[in-house]
């Protein structure tokens, strides 16, 4: 079935950058789309940012757009996500998935990112 390790979380105060990691085993993690996904405090589990199985091609939410970097090493079976000018709203609990058929169906545990003013 696979696992996914996510690390890197942690606190930070606005403006700064942080680096995410989301490592696979198990799987055959160069075949997939992989995403990255948070949850806030009190809300929904909200879409992040997506790379498909190359690495070639990305898409993000707009409130991330141009702040935030997902990338990938299929040599090292691990996705990434690198958080720039971080803001408050950033504050959530961030999970990486697989995707595959075109939805989401194994994740990580999360890993906390607390940004503070």
């Known amino acids: 079935q696979g696992q996914l390790v996510e690390s890197g979380g942690g606190w930070m105060q606005v403006g700064g950058s942080l680096r995410l990691s989301c490592e696979a085993s198990?799987?055959?993690?160069?075949?997939?789309?992989m995403g990255w996904f948070r949850q806030a405090p009190g809300k929904g589990r909200d879409f992040v940012a997506r790379i498909d199985y190359t690495g070639g091609s990305t898409s993000y939410t707009d409130s991330v757009k141009g702040r935030f970097t997902i990338s990938r090493d299929n040599a090292l079976n691990t996705v990434y996500l690198q958080m720039n000018t971080v803001k408050p709203e950033d504050t959530a609990v961030y999970y990486c998935?697989?995707?595959?058929?075109?939805?989401?169906?194994?994740w990580g545990q999360g890993t906390l990112v607390t940004v503070s003013s």
């Open positions: 998935a697989r995707e595959r058929s075109g939805s989401y169906d194994l």
């Open positions: 198990g799987l055959a993690f160069s075949a997939y789309a």
